[in-house]
C-alpha cells in the first residue's frame, strides 16, 4: 500500500480504485468500486466546494413517527424509522458521507450504468439529498427566491447584486451574512445606485426566502471521494475475511483433529453418553437432523470411535 494515502484526508474514485488493485494483487475496475458503494460495504464521500445550504435532522423509530407524521421535514424511510428536519437553515462545507438513502444514491447509480453502458430508470423511494457526518444528518437545501412574486425586489436584486457578485457573495450570502456585512461591502464599492437599491429592498415587506429540498447532487459544487480512512478500514476488512476463509480451507491437522475428538469426549461425559455405548449414534444422527445439519451413521461411529483413544493420549 502506498504510504502516501495517509497523508490525504481522502482519494478519488480512480485513485481508490488503484489503491484497491495493489492491496488486492489484482485489477480492480471502477464499476466494481460502484457497485461496493451502492452495495453499502464501501461509503462514498461528497467533498462540497462551496457553502452550501441544508437543514438538520434526527433518525425517529417508527412508533414516534405519528407524532411527526404530518410535518413538513418529516421523512418515512422504513417500517421501523424514518427521520425529522427542522426548517431553520445552516450553511455547510467539507467532507460529508453519503448514506445512499435518497436521490444522493443516483449519482453513484448513474456512474455505475455509466461504466458498464448500461441505461436504466431507478425510482428512489425517499425524495432529497442527504449527507452524514458520525451521528449528524442533513438534507441538502435550494434558495428558490422570495415568499411573493414582487417584481420590485427582482429589480432591485439586479442592482444589489453585481457589485457583491464581485466580491463572491451569493443569495445564500444575502442570507447567513446578514444586513450589515452585506451593506459593508456595498459601501465599499461606492456605487450609488447599489446603495440606493440596497436601502429601497430593506424596505420592502417580507424578506423571507424560499428554500426547497435539492433533488440532484449536482445543484452544489462538489466532488465525489472516499475518505481515506474508510478506504483503509474495508482493505482490512477485506484481507482479514480472505485470512479467516484461508484458515478454513487449510486440511486439518493431527493436533487439530485430537483437540476436537477430546472436545467430543468433553462434551458427551458432561452430559453422561457412552461414546461405545448401543443406540447413541442413531440419537446423535437425529441431533444432527434437528439442528439442520445432518450427519450419517457411519460418520459419527467413526469420530465415537476415536474419542477414547485421543482422551487417553491428552490424559497421559
Request: glycine fraction near 4%.
Amino acid at each position: 500500500m502506498d504510504k502516501k494515502i495517509k497523508l490525504n484526508k481522502f482519494v478519488t474514485f480512480d485513485e481508490a480504485t488503484n489503491y484497491l488493485s495493489k492491496a488486492f494483487g489484482e485489477s480492480v475496475s471502477l464499476a466494481e468500486v460502484y457497485r461496493l458503494v451502492l452495495s453499502k460495504r464501501l461509503t462514498a464521500s461528497v467533498r462540497l466546494l462551496n457553502k452550501t445550504c441544508a437543514v438538520d435532522g434526527n433518525y425517529i423509530s417508527t412508533k414516534d413517527s405519528v407524532a411527526h407524521s404530518n410535518s413538513q421535514g418529516y421523512v418515512l424511510l422504513d417500517q421501523t424509522k424514518g427521520m425529522v428536519f427542522g426548517q431553520e437553515p445552516c450553511l455547510i462545507d467539507g467532507i460529508w458521507d453519503l448514506p445512499m438513502i435518497g436521490m444522493e444514491s443516483l449519482v453513484i447509480e448513474n456512474l455505475y450504468q455509466n461504466e458498464l453502458n448500461e441505461f436504466a430508470t431507478i425510482d428512489v423511494n425517499v425524495k432529497g439529498v442527504f449527507v452524514s457526518q458520525g451521528d449528524r444528518i442533513c438534507k441538502l437545501k435550494n434558495v428558490v427566491n422570495f415568499c411573493s412574486d414582487n417584481e420590485t425586489k427582482h429589480t432591485l436584486c439586479t442592482m444589489i447584486f453585481p457589485p457583491l457578485r464581485y466580491k463572491c457573495i451569493s443569495f445564500i450570502d444575502l442570507i447567513f451574512k446578514g444586513e450589515r456585512k452585506v451593506q459593508e461591502i456595498i459601501l465599499k464599492d461606492k456605487r450609488d445606485e447599489a446603495i440606493a437599491a440596497f436601502e429601497e429592498f430593506k424596505s420592502q415587506p417580507s424578506l423571507n426566502f424560499i428554500f426547497e429540498d435539492s433533488l440532484n447532487l449536482g445543484q452544489h459544487c462538489n466532488q465525489l471521494v472516499i475518505r481515506t480512512d474508510e478506504l483503509l478500514r474495508f482493505i482490512c476488512t477485506q484481507q482479514e475475511e480472505v485470512i479467516v476463509k484461508d484458515d478454513f480451507e487449510k486440511p486439518m491437522t493431527s493436533k487439530e483433529r485430537n483437540t476436537l475428538l477430546v472436545l467430543v469426549g468433553a462434551f458427551c461425559k458432561n452430559a453422561d453418553i457412552d461414546p461405545s455405548a448401543r443406540g447413541v449414534t442413531p440419537a446423535l444422527v437425529a441431533m444432527t437432523e434437528l439442528v439442520g445439519a445432518p450427519l450419517s451413521d457411519d460418520s459419527i461411529r467413526k469420530i465415537l470411535s476415536q474419542v477414547p483413544s485421543a482422551l487417553e493420549k491428552r490424559q497421559k
